[in-house]
């Protein structure tokens, strides 16, 4: 039976959220790393740039258990 949002699987949506926002963190934390012990000083684009990444893993994992391990399926 179809749920008010369609047949969505709540917890397959968090998982793929919370992966897709870990590996956001571990791309901008390698690729900085990387990028440091390869070119030595980066520029300041490119710094923010990884930096970016990094915070906004974090915040894609938490909005994806917020969104659909919380609110949706208390909407329900």
Do not use: Q
């Not at 520029?43 to 909005?63: D, W």
């Amino acid at each position: 039976m179809a749920g008010r949002y369609g047949d969505l699987d709540y917890s397959r949506a968090v998982k793929s959220g919370v992966a897709i926002g870990g590996l956001l963190v571990v791309a901008g934390f390698l690729g900085e790393e990387a990028s440091h012990l390869l070119y030595g000083d980066l520029t300041g684009a490119l710094n923010t740039l990884f930096t970016s990444m990094e915070f906004g893993g974090i915040i894609v994992g938490m909005i994806a258990v917020f969104v659909f391990g919380i609110a949706l399926p208390l909407t329900e």
